[in-house]
């Protein structure tokens, strides 16, 4: 009789076993081919999750996997170690923010060895050492020497309560998250790293990274944000025509156009009395010049100099740029904002009509830092120009047609933005909208009053953090000498131990020694830069040190060029714009200075989805306040709970929270998280029921890229898989003969398991398992039986690899399971050895049999008659005649 597989003593026993063995550790001088498998590296917050679980499950299959393929496979692991929530412990609990992390960093090692990764620990690293930020900081200084790195004004959030500058995250509905007071823009001298220099190379990268899903090459795109268009000018006037401007408004503002761009007599004398004085010109960017016969308006930014010139003399627009920059000026802020405008009084001159003149707004949707902080609109194709159109009663004229509509005036509130031909735009009429464009661009350069331009949406990366817990940032500041970088012999700067955090604000800054140095250029009592890095940048380029750490340098480059790039990288898609993208930059950087002939980080790229679970609330009910009473005019309230997971019991009666009896509702299954209170803590359950079940369960339920709903009865049911291997491991007695069908159903398996593994298709894989596990289990003692337990044992190992271990050793295989080759394939066996043969009686097709393949003709023909429907059809007769084509046919006539 088989035992019961005890997964607490064999966990720890091959866990020990592999440690020693330093069975997973790395060669560099390997003969073999290399695989380099990485799961982005965790935040030490305390404890792993069960999407850790997840996410680093799936990348150590594929790199056990390779391993019993015979590579040389790169599985390391380290810490993304510096950020804010360490500092907040510091704040909140008085201990050192590296004390906090690094006990963090211990539990969550133990964790993660205790489900068994097959991970290189030799190379682990935390990038809050000194022995990997210091590495960071020559490479800064490398950059900085290139002219990657610059310094520049930029705005921060500044908390005027706590007098301390705020990360985005700490800022909470414009907030400051521990002082309440509304957070102020402040201009700060920050540092900058140039990735827009590289805008174009990070785009066209793309193209090449046939392993990266779409959508996040789309997000990538979209961030980068190339827009191809034409640059031009208005010429700026005061008001030019006395006339009651409606008149001007009402109409569809179309002036006669001139097909010479002669002088038009029109053309006012500005009045020097007004503002627009020395502002002649206004610059617009626009990727859709193809319309500019359907120009209304002309907008600038809330600080455009235009805006700023108008400020001065009319006391109402300094009021309204005010109301502006209340409402927020980020892109995402803008596009939800209701359009705002304020007209100027000025007027600008349509390029292509010199009589034709438009109203200049100051628009809070236009962005400074766009293009050129100034547009021209056009209401009947673009939806922020149309809302505006409406609200300030502007003309609306139709140029691109998509049927046959040309009626120059627009109706409705849906701008169109699609393609179509154009209309009502004089020598541009009848084109498409590509074509308009270049005749738009042409003639612009022809007359010299514009240009074909790209403008990017990518910003360069501002690094600055007004923190202490990051890699100090390498630089020192004399009044005489201005930026010197730390010479690369003083490196690592090392983090001051002896700091506090009982009042607000960077500790680096207010560290009674730390910053007063001298200057290593010429000696003078100088400062040294307080600010640290952003944790994007740690983030940046660990994979390199993975590949190579040597003490005296961040990497070699032989070394690490035999490793990159990352042949699979496992990670969440909430990393898909930043993260890569800092990544492919600082890779290409250092191509671009010499360091690293890589182009691409990360060949491969796959995004888990995530794991979630049923939620759960109470209602619990309260007698009302005295003033809740006179508000809602009720006696009673019921107030919502979340029941944290681990507090619910299911019952027949219903579910229950457990530590108060009261009834729960059960809720919709969401993203694990600890505001929903519905996470499931891995530790216990590994505990309770091994890693190997759930290593099986995160990865067998849903495709990879799917969420996974975790449930009791998903991990009961992996459980008991791995129980029925054992049974079927350890009860084997080895049988004589063959049996064909298993012989076929195993190699099948061998070939499809792979094939699902190489694609990262876990779920598909498991589904084979079980279905030859169950094939065994129903066999008949054979030869091929026992040989087909034994292939199982490897088959399940990247997956299950403690069970699979005990197994081989008790089979008394030779050396580690870990360590033996992926078993190999009989291509004879997979062929099909199924046919569908059809059955005919009298030429009539009346049933199909699928048949193993090669049966004799009398066999076939007993089953043909033995069928159902012939049966039927024949009513007791016999056929007079039977022709049987093996493989294919039968027919019968009757
Ligand atoms: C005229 C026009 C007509 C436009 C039309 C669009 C549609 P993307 O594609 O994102 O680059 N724009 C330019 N600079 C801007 C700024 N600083 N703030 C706000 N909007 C700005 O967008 C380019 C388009 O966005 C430009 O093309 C401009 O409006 C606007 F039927 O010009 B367009
Ligand atoms: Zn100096």
Same mark, same amino acid.
């Given at each position: 009789?088989?035992?019961?597989?005890?997964?607490?003593?064999?966990?720890?026993?091959?866990?020990?076993?592999?440690?020693?063995?330093?069975?997973?550790?790395?060669?560099?001088?390997?003969?073999?081919?290399?695989?380099?498998?990485?799961?982005?590296?965790?935040?030490?917050?305390?404890?792993?999750?069960?999407?850790?679980?997840?996410?680093?499950?799936?990348?150590?299959?594929?790199?056990?996997?390779?391993?019993?393929?015979?590579?040389?496979?790169?599985?390391?692991?380290?810490?993304?170690?510096?950020?804010?929530?360490?500092?907040?412990?510091?704040?909140?609990?008085?201990?050192?923010?590296?004390?906090?992390?690094?006990?963090?960093?211990?539990?969550?090692?133990?964790?993660?060895?205790?489900?068994?990764?097959?991970?290189?620990?030799?190379?682990?690293?935390?990038?809050?050492?000194?022995?990997?930020?210091?590495?960071?900081?020559?490479?800064?200084?490398?950059?900085?020497?290139?002219?990657?790195?610059?310094?520049?004004?930029?705005?921060?959030?500044?908390?005027?309560?706590?007098?301390?500058?705020?990360?985005?995250?700490?800022?909470?509905?414009?907030?400051?998250?521990?002082?309440?007071?509304?957070?102020?823009?402040?201009?700060?001298?920050?540092?900058?790293?140039?990735?827009?220099?590289?805008?174009?190379?990070?785009?066209?990268?793309?193209?090449?990274?046939?392993?990266?899903?779409?959508?996040?090459?789309?997000?990538?795109?979209?961030?980068?944000?190339?827009?191809?268009?034409?640059?031009?000018?208005?010429?700026?006037?005061?008001?030019?025509?006395?006339?009651?401007?409606?008149?001007?408004?009402?109409?569809?503002?179309?002036?006669?156009?001139?097909?010479?761009?002669?002088?038009?007599?029109?053309?006012?004398?500005?009045?020097?009395?007004?503002?627009?004085?020395?502002?002649?010109?206004?610059?617009?960017?626009?990727?859709?010049?193809?319309?500019?016969?359907?120009?209304?308006?002309?907008?600038?930014?809330?600080?455009?100099?235009?805006?700023?010139?108008?400020?001065?003399?009319?006391?109402?627009?300094?009021?309204?740029?005010?109301?502006?920059?209340?409402?927020?000026?980020?892109?995402?802020?803008?596009?939800?904002?209701?359009?705002?405008?304020?007209?100027?009084?000025?007027?600008?001159?349509?390029?292509?009509?010199?009589?034709?003149?438009?109203?200049?707004?100051?628009?809070?949707?236009?962005?400074?830092?766009?293009?050129?902080?100034?547009?021209?609109?056009?209401?009947?194709?673009?939806?922020?120009?149309?809302?505006?159109?409406?609200?300030?009663?502007?003309?609306?004229?139709?140029?691109?047609?998509?049927?046959?509509?040309?009626?120059?005036?627009?109706?409705?509130?849906?701008?169109?933005?699609?393609?179509?031909?154009?209309?009502?735009?004089?020598?541009?009429?009848?084109?498409?909208?590509?074509?308009?464009?270049?005749?738009?661009?042409?003639?612009?350069?022809?007359?010299?009053?514009?240009?074909?331009?790209?403008?990017?949406?990518?910003?360069?990366?501002?690094?600055?953090?007004?923190?202490?817990?990051?890699?100090?940032?390498?630089?020192?500041?004399?009044?005489?000498?201005?930026?010197?970088?730390?010479?690369?012999?003083?490196?690592?700067?090392?983090?001051?131990?002896?700091?506090?955090?009982?009042?607000?604000?960077?500790?680096?800054?207010?560290?009674?020694?730390?910053?007063?140095?001298?200057?290593?250029?010429?000696?003078?009592?100088?400062?040294?830069?307080?600010?640290?890095?952003?944790?994007?940048?740690?983030?940046?380029?660990?994979?390199?040190?993975?590949?190579?750490?040597?003490?005296?340098?961040?990497?070699?480059?032989?070394?690490?060029?035999?490793?990159?790039?990352?042949?699979?990288?496992?990670?969440?898609?909430?990393?898909?714009?930043?993260?890569?993208?800092?990544?492919?930059?600082?890779?290409?950087?250092?191509?671009?200075?010499?360091?690293?002939?890589?182009?691409?980080?990360?060949?491969?790229?796959?995004?888990?989805?995530?794991? #979630?679970?049923?939620?759960?609330? =109470?209602?619990? +009910?309260?007698? $009302?306040?005295?003033?809740?009473? /006179? &508000? !809602?005019?009720?006696?009673?309230?019921?107030?919502?709970?979340?029941?944290?997971?681990?507090?619910?019991?299911?019952?027949?009666?219903?579910?229950?929270?457990?530590?108060?009896?009261?009834?729960?509702?059960?809720?919709?299954?969401?993203?694990?998280?600890?505001?929903?209170?519905?996470?499931?803590?891995?530790?216990?359950?590994?505990?309770?029921?091994?890693?190997?079940?759930?290593?099986?369960?995160?990865?067998?339920?849903?495709?990879?890229?799917?969420?996974?709903?975790?449930?009791?009865?998903?991990?009961?049911?992996?459980?008991?898989?791995?129980?029925?291997?054992?049974?079927?491991?350890?009860?084997?007695?080895?049988?004589?003969?063959?049996?064909?069908?298993?012989?076929?159903?195993?190699?099948? #398996?061998?070939?499809?398991?792979? =094939?699902?593994? +190489?694609?990262? $298709?876990?779920?598909?894989?498991? /589904? &084979? !398992?079980?279905?030859?596990?169950?094939?065994?289990?129903?066999?008949?003692?054979?030869?091929?039986?026992?040989?087909?337990?034994?292939?199982?044992?490897?088959?399940?190992?990247?997956?299950?690899?403690?069970?699979?271990?005990?197994?081989?050793?008790?089979?008394?295989?030779?050396?580690?399971?870990?360590?033996?080759?992926?078993?190999?394939?009989?291509?004879?066996?997979?062929?099909?050895?199924?046919?569908?043969?059809?059955?005919?009686?009298?030429?009539?097709?009346?049933?199909?049999?699928?048949?193993?393949?090669?049966?004799?003709?009398?066999?076939?023909?007993a089953a043909a008659l033995a069928s159902d429907k012939v049966v039927r059809i024949l009513e007791g007769k016999t056929p007079r005649k039977v022709i049987v084509v093996p493989d294919r046919l039968v027919n019968l006539v009757a």
């Open positions: 009789m088989a035992s019961r597989f005890n997964a607490l003593k064999a966990d720890a026993h091959w866990q020990g076993v592999w440690d020693s063995a330093r069975t997973f550790a790395a060669r560099d001088d390997s003969p073999r081919p290399k695989s380099y498998v990485l799961e982005m590296f965790p935040y030490p917050s305390g404890k792993i999750h069960m999407g850790h679980v997840r996410n680093y499950t799936m990348g150590d299959v594929l790199a056990r996997f390779r391993r019993m393929q015979g590579m040389e496979v790169l599985h390391p692991m380290g810490w993304d170690a510096f950020g804010m929530p360490a500092e907040n412990a510091a704040m909140e609990k008085g201990v050192h923010p590296g004390t906090w992390t690094r006990a963090n960093i211990a539990s969550m090692k133990a964790q993660l060895k205790r489900l068994g990764f097959a991970l290189d620990w030799t190379r682990e690293l935390a990038t809050c050492e000194p022995d990997y930020y210091g590495h960071e900081q020559a490479l800064f200084l490398d950059l900085y020497e290139a002219g990657l790195v610059y310094r520049k004004e930029s705005a921060v959030n500044w908390d005027p309560v706590d007098m301390t500058v705020l990360a985005n995250e700490q800022v909470i509905d414009g907030r400051g998250w521990r002082s309440g007071a509304l957070v102020e823009k402040r201009k700060l001298s920050q540092w900058f790293l140039k990735i827009t220099d590289f805008a174009d190379e990070l785009l066209e990268g793309l193209d090449g990274l046939e392993h990266w899903p779409d959508k996040v090459k789309l997000m990538q795109e979209n961030w980068i944000g190339k827009s191809q268009g034409l640059q031009f000018r208005f010429k700026l006037s005061p008001h030019p025509i006395p006339a009651p401007l409606p008149a001007r408004r009402e109409g569809l503002g179309v002036g006669a156009f001139v097909e010479s761009a002669a002088p038009a007599s029109s053309q006012p004398t500005p009045d020097p009395s007004l503002p627009g004085r020395g502002l002649e010109d206004v610059e617009v960017f626009s990727t859709r010049p193809d319309t500019i016969f359907g120009a209304s308006f002309v907008a600038v930014a809330a600080d455009h100099p235009v805006a700023r010139e108008v400020v001065a003399t009319n006391p109402d627009a300094a009021d309204f740029i005010e109301r502006c920059k209340q409402g927020g000026t980020t892109a995402a802020e803008i596009e939800t904002q209701e359009k705002l405008g304020f007209d100027t009084g000025l007027t600008a001159q349509h390029p292509l009509d010199p009589a034709w003149q438009l109203p200049v707004y100051i628009a809070n949707f236009v962005l400074m830092d766009y293009g050129t902080g100034a547009v021209f609109g056009v209401p009947a194709h673009d939806q922020r120009d149309l809302d505006f159109a409406r609200k300030y009663g502007l003309p609306v004229k139709r140029v691109v047609s998509d049927h046959d509509e040309t009626a120059p005036v627009f109706v409705g509130d849906t701008a169109y933005t699609g393609p179509g031909t154009l209309v009502n735009s004089h020598f541009l009429d009848g084109m498409d909208i590509e074509d308009a464009k270049r005749a738009v661009i042409s003639r612009a350069e022809g007359e010299g009053w514009g240009t074909g331009t790209t403008v990017w949406r990518l910003r360069d990366w501002g690094v600055s953090r007004q923190r202490y817990w990051g890699t100090p940032i390498p630089i020192i500041h004399c009044d005489a000498c201005g930026p010197v970088g730390v010479p690369k012999d003083q490196l690592p700067v090392v983090l001051p131990e002896d700091v506090a955090f009982d009042i607000p604000g960077n500790p680096l800054d207010r560290h009674p020694t730390w910053k007063h140095v001298d200057c290593p250029k010429c000696g003078a009592a100088a400062r040294r830069e307080t600010d640290t890095l952003d944790t994007f940048v740690d983030s940046s380029w660990y994979f390199i040190r993975f590949a190579s750490q040597p003490k005296d340098k961040p990497f070699d480059r032989v070394a690490a060029e035999q490793w990159l790039p990352v042949g699979q990288y496992i990670g969440g898609v909430e990393h898909a714009i930043l993260h890569l993208l800092y990544a492919r930059f600082w890779t290409r950087a250092l191509k671009h200075i010499g360091q690293l002939d890589i182009a691409e980080p990360f060949a491969g790229l796959f995004t888990q989805g995530m794991v #979630t679970h049923e939620t759960y609330q =109470t209602q619990v +009910e309260r007698e $009302a306040s005295a003033e809740e009473q /006179a &508000k !809602l005019g009720v006696e009673t309230i019921t107030d919502l709970a979340w029941v944290p997971t681990d507090d619910i019991d299911r019952t027949e009666a219903g579910v229950f929270q457990r530590s108060t009896g009261i009834p729960v509702k059960t809720g919709r299954v969401e993203k694990m998280s600890k505001s929903k209170k519905n996470t499931v803590d891995p530790e216990p359950i590994v505990d309770q029921y091994g890693a190997d079940a759930v290593r099986f369960f995160v990865i067998s339920d849903s495709p990879p890229e799917k969420d996974l709903e975790w449930s009791e009865a998903g991990i009961e049911g992996a459980w008991r898989f791995v129980q029925r291997l054992w049974r079927l491991f350890d009860g084997e007695k080895s049988g004589e003969g063959a049996d064909a069908a298993l012989d076929r159903k195993v190699h099948r #398996t061998i070939a499809g398991v792979a =094939t699902d593994i +190489e694609a990262l $298709a876990f779920n598909k894989a498991v /589904a &084979k !398992l079980y279905e030859l596990t169950g094939a065994i289990e129903k066999a008949a003692p054979s030869a091929s039986r026992t040989a087909a337990i034994a292939t199982l044992m490897r088959l399940v190992a990247p997956m299950t690899p403690h069970v699979a271990e005990e197994a081989w050793a008790a089979a008394g295989g030779e050396g580690l399971i870990a360590d033996a080759p992926w078993p190999a394939v009989d291509p004879a066996l997979l062929v099909d050895d199924e046919v569908t043969i059809a059955i005919q009686v009298n030429g009539k097709l009346r049933d199909t049999l699928v048949m193993p393949k090669g049966l004799p003709k009398d066999q076939i023909e």
